[in-house]
């Protein structure tokens, strides 16, 4: 039988409702994004489950997060904090962020949560000279031209044995073409080559299908002091 996007919607579907319930925060934050013409391209729920036991697998008390959307991806990292843990999310649209605030509001994580609004790129030297971080957990998900510059940032602010996670590298496979001219799929497979050079990092990248269709993510390890697996 060759699965279809129909046959990937189900599974995820059935792994939500099993293993990564929605709740009314949850409900709330997609149906205010949607009420607002937020596009739904949030994570979908497994992959949110797998980001929050990945934020509580390093225990993670200090978090950054590159494009907020409507607060989706935001509620479930924060929630997973250890405590008093804090989360800075950067989001480019102003309504976007407006929107995220008031979900994360009713989420109750308004106090470990700072949204900042801007280009990320704009963000970065602020949050430099603030002597922000280093981050335990770094989740790079705003646009993705831009995916490699963000990493190199996380990279330098990041403690080892931290984690960055990329999404959205895959791309309906377009990584796996190097003919490709397209800005995006040009960017992932630069991310690629960085790593394969960078000896502060163990990385790989999983393909996904489901919801959201095909595409993957890439998992890196920052470096902690055990290299050479
Ligand atoms: N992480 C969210 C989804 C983010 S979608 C979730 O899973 O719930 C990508 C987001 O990146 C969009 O909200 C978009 O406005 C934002 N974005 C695009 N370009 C950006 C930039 N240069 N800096 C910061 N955010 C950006
Ligand atoms: C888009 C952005 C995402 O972060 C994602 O997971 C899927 C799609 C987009 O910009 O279209
Ligand atoms: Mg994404």
């Given at each position: 039988m060759a699965a279809d996007q129909e046959t990937f919607a189900a599974v995820d579907a059935f792994v939500e409702a099993t293993l990564a319930p929605d709740d009314e925060a949850l409900r709330g934050a997609l149906a205010a994004a949607a009420a607002a013409g937020?596009?739904?391209?949030?994570?979908?729920p497994p992959q949110g489950r797998l980001l929050q036991m990945l934020v509580r697998l390093v225990g993670a008390r200090t978090v950054l997060e590159f494009?907020?959307?409507?607060?989706y991806s935001t509620i479930l990292l924060a929630r997973a904090l250890a405590d008093g843990g804090r989360l800075i999310s950067l989001e480019a649209d102003a309504g976007y962020a407006e929107v995220a605030r008031a979900s994360i509001e009713r989420a109750g994580l308004g106090a470990a949560v700072e949204i900042r609004v801007g280009p990320a790129l704009d963000a970065l030297p602020r949050l430099d000279e603030e002597g922000?971080?280093?981050?335990?957990l770094v989740f790079i998900d705003a646009d993705k031209v831009n995916t490699p510059r963000y990493f190199a940032w996380a990279l330098d602010h990041a403690r080892p044995g931290a984690l960055i996670v990329a999404d959205n590298v895959v791309r309906d496979g377009s990584?796996?073409?190097?003919?490709?001219?397209?800005p995006a799929t040009v960017a992932q497979r630069q991310l690629h080559e960085t790593l394969a050079a960078e000896p502060r990092v163990t990385a790989t990248t999983i393909q996904t299908v489901g919801s959201k269709g095909y595409d993957g993510f890439t998992i890196a390890l920052v470096d902690d002091d055990r290299p050479g697996i």
């Open positions: 937020l596009p739904p391209i949030q994570v979908s494009g907020t959307l409507g607060g922000a971080g280093p981050f335990d990584l796996g073409d190097g003919a490709s001219d397209d």
